[in-house]
């Protein structure tokens, strides 16, 4: 089946620095990716929706600058928490979709622990 | 996207079906029912789709109702590496259309 890969795992950094997570999807061409959040025994919450080759949509209350999305190939979307503080600790989830009629597929998500 | 409404949490023995609901009165006709489930710490796993008809794959059954307004899970052998939690979503078939999360419901397979 479809498989998408997200990279790190699992990232824990000092407040300040500013981290990647990257969004392969590795036997399809993903069209549309997009990135959630999910903090504990929440359910996931879109931060945005990218397209391959232009800007980012972003959900409302999420912040742009802070959350940098690329999707520069039909493969692959990064994620760029900027300048990270302790209140961005959470789990990011990526997931892609390709051709029309076909399920969105999931990484296994990356949690960030900022200190 | 239209809402769904699922219990927060069912239990079912091990080796028995387990039948999650799915009330989605609001669906439009070009509206999918969708399950997903998220084992803990782990992203999403794509379970099976449905427009009208019921749908059957290696991993699940789908039974959705004449008039869409609801829908039913079924796992028919529950092990217990099918604890987790099931969200049944409604989203427009195109291939950018977004999935919205509710809380889903937790299943706990027990022995």
């Known amino acids: 089946g479809a498989v998408v890969s997200q990279h790190p795992s699992r990232v824990i950094c000092k407040s300040g620095t500013s981290v990647k997570i990257e969004c392969r999807s590795l036997?399809?061409?993903?069209?549309?990716m997009f990135w959630y959040r999910q903090f504990p025994k929440k359910s996931l919450m879109l931060m945005a929706t990218?397209?391959?080759?232009?800007?980012?949509?972003?959900e409302q209350g999420v912040e742009k600058d802070k959350f940098l999305i690329n999707h520069a190939s039909l493969t692959l979307s990064t994620l760029t928490v900027t300048s990270a503080h302790p209140e961005d600790s959470s789990f990011y989830i990526c997931?892609?979709?390709?051709?029309?009629?076909?399920?969105?597929?999931f990484g296994d998500g990356t949690r960030l622990s900022i200190l | 996207d239209a809402k769904t409404t699922q219990p927060p949490s069912m239990d079912c023995a091990e080796g028995r079906a387990a039948n999650l609901p799915c009330n989605h009165s609001?669906?439009?006709?070009?509206?999918?029912v969708y399950w997903y489930r998220q084992i803990h710490s782990q992203g999403p796993q794509y379970i099976i789709h449905?427009?009208?008809n019921n749908e059957t794959n290696e991993m699940a059954s789908l039974i959705i109702t004449e008039d869409r307004k609801s829908s039913t899970l079924i796992l028919p052998h529950a092990t217990l590496r099918d604890t987790a939690v099931y969200y049944c979503?409604?989203?427009?078939?195109?291939?950018?259309?977004?999935?919205?999360f509710g809380e889903g419901t937790q299943l706990t397979v027990n022995p």
């Open positions: 990218s397209n391959e080759g232009s800007k980012a949509t972003y």
């Open positions: 997931s892609a979709a390709g051709q029309l009629n076909q399920p969105q597929h």
């Open positions: 036997d399809f061409q993903a069209t549309t």
């Open positions: 979503i409604v989203r427009l078939e195109t291939s950018g259309s977004r999935l919205t």
């Open positions: 449905g427009l009208k």
């Open positions: 609001t669906i439009s006709g070009n509206e999918y």
